[in-house]
T-cell receptor, first 112, second 114 residues
Framework: GESVGLHLPTLSVQEGDNSIINCAYS??????FIWYKQESGKGPQFIID?????DKRQGQRVTVLLNKTVKHLSLQIAATQPGDSAVYFC???????????FGSGTRLQVQP | DGGITQSPKYLFRKEGQNVTLSCEQN?????MYWYRQDPGQGLRLIYY???????QKGDIAEGYSVSREKKESFPLTVTSAQKNPTAFYLC?????????????FGDGTRLSIL
């Protein structure tokens, strides 16, 4: 079946650097995308979302980029901090489906 | 503060035993969801409910049951028919059902077998 996946299972960056987490999706009908952050032993926390009529959206220190041509989604974190260390999930949905489809996650490790 | 509360945080099940995981939300959301998370994997949908007194099977519903008698509550029962129940269970809610809006998550229940 169609699914959401991630290119890199683990990403290690230095504190203060920018981080980029990538996600590929295969459902061309997907029109909504969302990024979650999950810390150990906790539930996923909403970071930012984007709809298919946009190609970029910015939040506080985070930017999501959507390239519908190649079905690619990325999350950019500026000035990465130790508190950003977590697993990051992308999820996608399309109109009429019952719930979001989640990828397997990328672990971000921030080195001091 | 509004949010989703899951209890207990840790739960142990004996062979042949049914256990029930609690999920309560005070966000006034219509839709609620149950997911299972295994180590190093994404979330898989067990059951979802778009409105009170209605619920639908997700991708891995076998061995699980739910009820939705109140808007605020969506308990999940892991039955003895679920042969591999050890996992992290996450409950979520959204304003309305569907897939084009954020789902808000609780902090999960970790279920283990004795």
């Amino acid at each position: 079946g169609e699914s959401v996946g991630l290119h890199l299972p683990t990403l290690s960056v230095q504190e203060g650097d920018n981080s980029i987490i990538n996600c590929a999706y295969s459902n061309s009908a997907s029109d909504y995308f969302i990024w979650y952050k999950q810390e150990s032993g906790k539930g996923p926390q909403f970071i930012i979302d984007i709809r298919s009529n946009m190609d970029k959206r910015q939040g506080q220190r985070v930017t999501v980029l959507l390239n519908k041509t190649v079905k690619h989604l990325s999350l950019q974190i500026a000035a990465t901090q130790p508190g950003d260390s977590a697993v990051y999930f992308c999820a996608e949905g399309d109109t009429g489906r019952r719930a979001l489809t989640f990828g397997s996650g990328t672990r971000l490790q921030v080195q001091p | 503060d509004g949010g989703i509360t899951q209890s207990p945080k840790y739960l142990f099940r004996k062979e042949g035993q049914n256990v029930t995981l609690s999920c309560e939300q005070n966000l006034n959301h219509d839709a609620m969801y149950w997911y299972r998370q295994d180590p190093g994997q994404g979330l898989r949908l067990i059951y979802y409910s778009q409105i009170v007194n209605d619920f639908q099977k997700g991708d891995i519903a076998e061995g699980y049951s739910v009820s939705r008698e109140k808007k605020e509550s969506f308990p999940l029962t892991v039955t003895s028919a679920q042969k591999n129940p050890t996992a992290f269970y996450l409950c979520a809610s959204s304003i309305v059902g569907g897939d084009n809006q954020p789902q808000h998550f609780g902090d999960g229940t970790r279920l283990s077998i004795l």
